[in-house]
Structures are given as C-alpha cells and as structure tokens.
C-alpha cells in the first residue's frame, strides 16, 4: 500500500454495513493475541444494542459509525451517534444545552463518540496498528466536518484514554476533566491482604458489611461465560428495571439486549446473583476486560442491608484478586467507593462546540473544572482509606 494513498471517510448507519473483522481489526487488534482490553467498542457489544433496539430510531442514539479507509482498506473507526438528549452518557452537559438554547441558540441534535450507557475509559479512535496518527487526525476531521456539513451544534468524545484526550486538544478540541472511583490490585494473594492494606478502622467497617451482606438469609453465586443461562438473564432483567425506573425513568437497555447478550456476550460477563429461599433477589453485572473488570448495572427486588455494597464491590474485588485482574472500574460517580478501596482518578473528555463564542466560555469553565477536580481528587486520596505509609506511596 502507497502511503500517500489519500484517506477516505465513510459514515455507516448500520454495522452491517462493515464485516465484523473489519471493525475488530481496528477496534480490538490485541484480541488477536487473547481477550480484548475491553469488550465495548467490539464489533459484538455495538451490535448487540443496535438490534435489540437499545439504540437507533426512537432511542435519541442514532447510529453515526465513522468508517475511514486507506487504498480500500477499513484503517480507523469510531462509534459515532447523532443524539436527540443527553441521556446515557455520564458526562454531563445539560448545563451546556441550557446556556446555548438561552441564548437563542440549538443545543440538540449534537455528535456522540461513546460506548451509549456505558461510563468507561477505553480508545474511541481506533485504528489498526501503524495508522494510529493518521487515523485519529482522519477521525477528528470527519465528525466535525460531519457536524459542521450539518449544521449541529457541537461534538462529544466521552471516556476516552488519557493519550486520546492530550492528542486531541493539540488538534483543536477542548479537553474536560472528570472523576470516578477505581480498585487497584496491588499484587494481592487475596481480599485479607487488601484488607491488611486499609486504615483499621476501614477494615472492621469493611469486615462488618460483608458479614451483615452475607447474612441476608440467602446466599450468592458468581457465573460467567457458560455457566451464565437465560433463566439468569430473566431474574436480572427484573432487576435492572428497577434500578432504571428510579434512575432514568425508563431502562436504557432493552429486554432483547439480554437475550443477545445471552448468545454473543457471556463469556465477556461476570454476573453476580443473590438467591433467597431459591428466589433470585438482587443481582450485579460486571463486564470482563483484559486486566479490568468492569462495574455495570445492579439491582433488586428486595432490600438488604449492605448487599450492594458486596454484590457491586467487594465480589468484584473478590473476582479481581482471583483473576490476577490490575482494576475494578466501578461505574460512574459515588463517593460511598471511597471507604470500601476505591480510590479517585480523573477520567477524560473532548469537545468540539460550533459557535466560537460558546466555544470560548466553555474552554474558561473547562480549564477552572479541571483545576477544582485535580484539587478534589488530591484531598480524597489523602483521606482515603488506606494506612497512612500506603497513602504516601500513592501520592
């Protein structure tokens, strides 16, 4: 292939419109060699909310994909959507959207490259391995010229990496900076050496959660892969309505999700079940990376004291510490992950806003934001849970 072959930038409504190995070629290249680092920009996961309908027509998720090739060949994607909302997406903007449409202007419809529902920091701009500058700079281009061509009010790249957010400001975007709670392993052999690690105060706190979670009357099981079974996906299905009606008002996902889930997912799937009198209760489900378990979604249809806190946290630390996994990302916000070892950590944002002068207010809040969350996290860490020589390794 010439590498002055020139770039060509496609947008896809459908992945049907790109084979699979296409997408994963540039989506996941390492899962040639084992698992993916995480499963949600794969080929599966997106499909698998495009047809059980989780997004596209009706949904505010309008499917957008950026396909940019070289000479023919697929060398970068995106998971690009159009949104009618805001909903779903974990970086919160609607204070934007107010200002805009206050001042005469249209916020909606906007640009989303994201994983829909999904709070976690993964590559947005993937590329096959040697294309990475070319594909991200070809990538950029074309969503904001999409945009632009469009007449839509701005682009958004939510949860990308770290490196992805620094390449992107130097090419025009505005970087944003926000905070979430993650797990590290430190090379445990098991939860007790964690818990050896913690403040003592922390570690009988953490000691009599799990004992009074544990003592509901029932017990738990951890499934994964096959041991998962559509009966599970009914029980869970129960719960994540409930969590979705107090939440969101409706659930983001719909009930087919699961049964495909059930087909295409499950061996990227750790799901926690809490059984009592051989009724399913309550329920939490993870998703599986290649160093990283990931914190999705839990509910229930009985209320217990301190069972989220194991389903969701201490069982995933659990799983972790088993499966020589580096980290536990357990979703979005939450303070409350504080006390149980879950320590801040910024994640990352890009923006692109059309009207220049909403553009320059925005980059002003931005750069006092990032100020207020580097100085937020510097106070949580040091009153973090850990021993006190621990906390100083960590700062």
């Known amino acids: 292939m010439e590498d002055h072959a020139p770039l060509t930038v496609n947008i896809l409504s459908s992945l049907d419109q790109i084979a699979a190995q296409e997408w994963d070629a540039c989506a996941c290249p390492e899962a040639a060699e084992g698992r993916p680092l995480d499963p949600f920009t794969t080929y599966r996961f997106l499909s698998a909310l495009e047809k059980s309908g989780s997004v596209g027509p009706g949904t505010g998720w309008e499917p ?30 609607h204070n934007w959207a107010h200002a805009l449409e206050q001042a005469g202007g249209r916020y909606y419809p906007k640009l989303q490259i994201a994983v829909p529902f999904t709070p976690a920091t ?9 294309y990475e500058a070319e594909g991200m700079s070809a990538l950029i281009q074309g969503a904001v010229q999409f945009g632009a061509e469009n ?10 990496t770290e490196d992805e957010a620094l390449a992107g400001e130097q090419m025009g975007l505005l970087r944003r900076a926000s905070q979430q709670f993650h797990w590290v392993n430190d090379g445990y052999a098991d939860f007790d050496a964690f818990l050896a690690s913690l403040s003592s105060r922390k570690r009988k706190n953490i000691r009599k959660e799990r004992l009074k979670a544990q003592s509901f009357g029932g017990e738990i099981e951890v499934l994964s892969g096959d041991q998962i079974q559509p009966h599970h996906w009914d029980a869970f299905w129960m719960f994540y309505q409930d969590t979705g009606a107090r939440k969101w008002g409706s659930p983001y996902l719909t009930r087919a999700f699961f049964d495909i889930a059930q087909e295409w997912l499950r061996d990227d799937i750790v799901l926690v079940m809490c059984y009592r ?41 659990d799983y972790a510490i088993q499966h020589g996994m580096r980290r536990v990302e357990a979703g979005a916000q939450g303070e ?11 994640t990352h944002s890009l923006h692109w806003l059309a009207n220049p002068g909403f553009s320059d207010a925005v980059a002003r809040y931005l750069e006092a934001e990032r100020a207020a969350i580097d100085e937020d996290i510097e106070i949580l860490t040091a009153y973090g849970p850990f021993r006190r020589e621990i906390r100083e390794e960590q700062e």
């Open 151 to 160: 007449e839509l009010s701005s682009l958004h790249i939510t949860f990308c």
């Open 277 to 317: 009198a051989g009724r399913p209760v309550a329920g939490a489900l993870n998703f599986v990376g290649r160093d990283t378990l990931f914190g999705r979604y839990w509910g229930c249809v009985e209320d217990h004291p301190c069972l989220h806190f194991e389903a969701c946290y201490y069982q995933a630390i």
């Open 336 to 346: 409350h992950k504080l006390a149980r070892g879950y320590l801040p950590v910024v």
């Open 122 to 130: 993964g590559r947005r701009f993937l590329t096959r391995p040697g």
């Open 64 to 93: 957008r994909y950026l396909v940019v090739e070289k000479a023919g060949l697929p060398i970068a994607v995106s998971p690009l959507y159009a949104k009618g909302h805001s909903q779903g997406e974990y970086i919160f903007d």
